[in-house]
């Protein structure tokens, strides 16, 4: 079903403070370069002294400070990860920080872990084309510098950073704008391929607080979650493209969740895009999970590289393992 809703203006937030990767080549023993030769990324961000609220908030302040008149939200969609605490949700609090007055949006959660933000976008879109709502705000932000396994797989740590970024949808009006379609298919036999075991009900503090504690850093089998990808996305592109009813050729610029340097490379290479119609962020950076993919939009918004009347793709994949994906034209 073709949705006519637009994104109306979009935010951005990166923290102060920027570790480069000759920084972790000295702390762990390797020579310069090698960190930014064997993941892609050169520098990433890391939040000092900023919390994962305050960032969002942010962003979100851009965004809705770039949209002039526009109806108030009556909707926030935080749309993350790993959440600002397990209960309760992260989106009241945004809500709040905002100023937005109390009992006029609904303020809610929505975790596909890397593509929190692509689903939450989806939704909102229903929403909107539905008449459920006349403005809704989508607000991602990471702090993925935590809990990495800088011990154990420091090359693997070394892919993130942190960030937030938000994007306010409203409908499309005569601007002919419209979400053309949209699909999220998941593969559970990656789901112990990238995890973080500890904060939810699996392990039990209280009843034991070492196996708690050694859950507690993030783990990813980058080797099995290529490996999967690899096997299912070129057909779920194409299963997307045929949904929107468009040839790969017509795709003006490509979106893509920057999940490492190797996942862009296959966009480009087996997917059959050129490299100029994909946003690559990866080298300044790096994996920003759920906040990744609308911080992409932002730059590409920004920067000018995406234009009214372009057909657009955003696309991506998540832990679990799930690939999903949107066709707009902006």
């Not at 679990?320 to 949107?326: M, R």
Request: charged content about 15%; proline content about 5%.
């Amino acid at each position: 079903m073709i949705r006519p809703v637009r994104f109306l203006s979009t935010g951005a937030y990166l923290p102060e403070t920027v570790l480069r990767s000759t920084e972790i080549d000295r702390r762990i023993g390797r020579p310069s370069g090698f960190v930014e030769r064997m993941t892609g990324v050169a520098e990433r961000r890391v939040a000092v002294g900023e919390d994962q609220v305050e960032m969002a908030v942010a962003a979100a302040r851009q965004a809705l400070s770039s949209a002039g008149s526009c109806p108030v939200p009556d909707h926030v969609l935080f749309a993350a990860a790993v959440p600002y605490q397990s209960i309760p949700a992260t989106a009241p609090l945004v809500q709040q920080q905002l100023g937005l007055s109390p009992g006029s949006a609904a303020a809610y959660d929505i975790n596909a872990t890397c593509l929190s933000f692509l689903a939450a976008t989806d939704l909102a879109s229903l929403l909107l084309a539905a008449g459920e709502a006349r403005s809704v705000l989508v607000v991602s932000s990471e702090i993925a510098s935590r809990a990495l396994p800088w011990e154990t797989a420091p090359l693997t740590a070394a892919l993130f950073g942190d960030g937030a970024a938000a994007a306010l949808l409203v409908p499309a009006g005569e601007s002919g704008a419209a979400i053309c379609a949209s699909l999220m298919e998941t593969y559970p036999e990656g789901y112990e391929a990238c995890r973080l075991g500890a904060g939810g009900t699996r392990y039990d503090y209280h009843e034991n607080p070492a196996q708690f504690a050694a859950n507690s850093h993030f783990e990813m089998d980058g080797k099995a979650l290529y490996r999967i990808t690899f096997q299912h996305f070129s057909g779920f592109l194409g299963r997307l493209l045929a949904r929107a009813g468009w040839r790969i050729e017509e795709v003006d610029l490509v979106l893509p969740h920057q999940a490492s340097q190797r996942a862009l490379a296959h966009l480009v290479e087996e997917c059959g895009f050129s490299s100029d119609r994909v946003v690559d962020l990866m080298k300044t950076h790096g994996n920003q999970v759920a906040a990744s993919l609308p911080l992409v939009l932002d730059h590409a918004l920004r920067t000018g590289r995406l234009q009214p009347g372009m057909k657009v793709l955003m696309v991506g994949t998540s832990a679990g393992l799930s690939l999903g994906g949107l066709a707009f034209v902006a």
